[in-house]
């Protein structure tokens, strides 16, 4: 394979029907909006010839219509899935800042040391991220490769290849819909990390979100 062709895109999913709040394990749909961004970033990014996702619905109902319409195979992989928010599962900032405004503040200044409570430990979070992304690298001789995931898995691995501390986590902006593509070189090593964006689309008159 040539390097024009040795890449692996990062896919956020799109807006879904919980709205905004700490969703990590949190099974939500897509809204109709969530899942047409999803759709143009699709088109306007592909081909693939694999696909990788989330086991979460949210990532994997459009991966499995991608799969499946471009008759290329697809891998649910449990290690894509966001990082586990304990307490604060399903809770939105907002509440948070009501309730408990001083583990908010300090979870935004120092994810690394202040997670909420009963919440996956970042280090855990990060070591099986980076586990699904060398599994990943793997296989990049055999066709670029599209990862749909969540914007925490996909801070972990910029951070990785970009060799940033963990402390920037959330420095980092990774939108809905949006998508990174990392390009290989002979051997795995990350020659560069382009970010493509999102398609922006106005909300119809039926999408809640």
């Known amino acids: 394979m040539s390097s024009s062709t040795s890449y692996i895109d990062l896919m956020r999913h799109g807006e879904t029907t919980g709205g905004f709040a700490f969703r990590g394990s949190l099974d939500d749909a897509l809204t109709d909006l969530g899942r047409a961004r999803m759709q143009a970033g699709h088109d306007r990014h592909g081909p ?93 001789d055999a066709g670029p490769q599209l990862l749909v995931t969540h914007g925490g898995v996909i801070r972990l691995i910029l951070l990785h290849v970009q060799q940033r501390p963990l402390s920037d986590l959330l420095k980092l902006e990774v939108p809905h819909a949006c998508v990174f593509r990392i390009h290989l070189q002979a051997g795995g090593t990350v020659s560069t990390v382009s970010a493509l964006g999102a398609v922006e689309m106005e909300a119809t008159a039926g999408d809640l979100s």
């Open 48 to 140: 693939w010839q694999q696909m990788i996702s989330s086991p979460l619905r949210r990532c994997l109902a459009p991966a499995q219509d991608w799969s499946r319409e471009a008759g290329i195979p697809l891998q649910e992989e449990p290690r894509l899935r966001e990082m586990h928010f304990g307490a604060w599962e399903g809770r939105t900032a907002a509440e948070l800042m009501e309730s408990e405004p001083e583990a908010l503040g300090r979870f935004w200044q120092d994810p690394l040391n202040h997670i909420p409570p009963g919440a996956e430990p970042l280090v855990a979070f990060r070591e099986r991220v980076l586990l699904a992304w060398e599994a990943a690298l793997t296989r990049r």
